[in-house]
């Protein structure tokens, strides 16, 4: 498979679930994104990791929890959401961070509902 | 700091009509500049970029134009298709090589009736 997958593609849940987004590049890139697209408002970046290091945490609420095992994989660990998390997660990748960073390629997002 | 303004629309136009979704930016620096589409349960893919100043950025009949006098990167297409009805975002990355990602307008849905 190429480029980015995220799984799973839908995910309900009630407000007290445990659950994992995954996202896989099979891109051979060294930085990895979560955007959260909310309707209505601008994509909002979230994580950043760069060679497996996190590199920046844009004042995300500590109830979403990214871990990246490898520069292949990306995870975002979620526990105790509330309804207005309810959005399509994001994922992408890029070769690297800095100047050739700015190509982003996406997944095609899982739309999470929580209830 | 960094920030994209769009149309939101929606824009709706028939089929062969000529299409403009403005975009202007606010950043510091020197940005590049890009167009990026979401079909219906897709994610985004890029459409086009442009780097620095009076760069022009193509690809599928689209095009933009970096005009740094006045902070705009326009979309045009002279005669769209049905195919091209999806959501486009414009944005930016800081040339400072920061790690902030892209910076996203909020939008704008296109809607070509045949």
């Known amino acids: 498979e190429t480029g980015v997958t995220q799984t799973p593609r839908h995910l309900v849940m009630g407000m007290t679930n445990k659950k994992s987004l995954k996202c896989e590049q099979h891109l051979g890139h060294n930085a990895m994104y979560w955007y959260k697209q909310s309707a209505k408002k601008p994509l909002e970046l979230m994580f950043v990791?760069?060679?497996?290091?996190?590199?920046e945490n844009n004042s995300v609420p500590s109830r979403f929890s990214p871990e990246c095992p490898n520069s292949s994989h990306l995870f975002l660990h979620l526990h105790t959401l509330q309804p207005e998390d309810s959005a399509l997660y994001l994922c992408a990748s890029s070769r690297d961070r800095g100047p050739s960073s700015y190509e982003q390629y996406f997944g095609p997002g899982t739309r999470l509902t929580v209830t | 700091g960094n920030s994209v303004t769009q149309m939101e629309g929606p824009v709706t136009l028939s089929e062969e009509a000529f299409l403009t979704i403005n975009c202007t930016y606010t950043a510091t620096g020197y940005p590049s500049l890009f167009w990026y589409v979401q079909y219906p349960g897709e994610g985004l893919q890029l459409l086009l970029k442009a780097t620095k100043a009076d760069d022009k950025g193509s690809n599928k009949g689209f095009e933009a134009t970096y005009r740094k006098e006045t902070t705009s990167f326009h979309l045009e297409k002279g005669s769209v298709q049905v195919s091209d009805s999806a959501v486009y975002f414009c944005a930016l990355s800081n040339s400072g090589g920061g790690a902030d990602g892209l910076t996203f307008g909020k939008g704008t849905h296109l809607i070509i009736q045949p």
């Open positions: 990791y760069s060679l497996e290091e996190r590199v």
